[in-house]
């Protein structure tokens, strides 16, 4: 028997996928005068498997060839890919402050909302068991 919505359990997995945006976001800030940091990225899974099949006709769990993208993911279903490609800076970091800012306020704004329509479904809940009340 499910005691929650579709709705509630899909908040959940979107927290979940804020909270790790935002300890990456936070390692990257973190790191931003590290030698050679490659700063790092949180994609939906299926944002990588997606652009994966357009560029591929096989898709393959093994590492075997330099040019596969290199992720793990995690038990919530995003990808943290690093980007080894860029570098602003002579120390080979590439971590750019004004963008990990950036990501990190509009993480920032979408977990409210998450946490506001969760707190809402909640409050409806509570609501039903007091009998409407």
Known sequence: MKIFSDTITILDQALDYSTTKQKVISQNIANVDTPNYKAQEVLPFKTVLKNELKNTKHLSAQITNNKHIPFSPSENGTV?????????????????????????????????ALIDRISGKFQTLQSVIKGGK
């Open 80 to 112: 943290t890919i690093v980007k080894n490609n860029i570098q602003y800076n002579e120390s080979g970091n590439s971590v750019d402050v004004d963008q990990e800012m950036t990501k990190l306020a509009e993480n920032q704004i979408y977990y409210n």
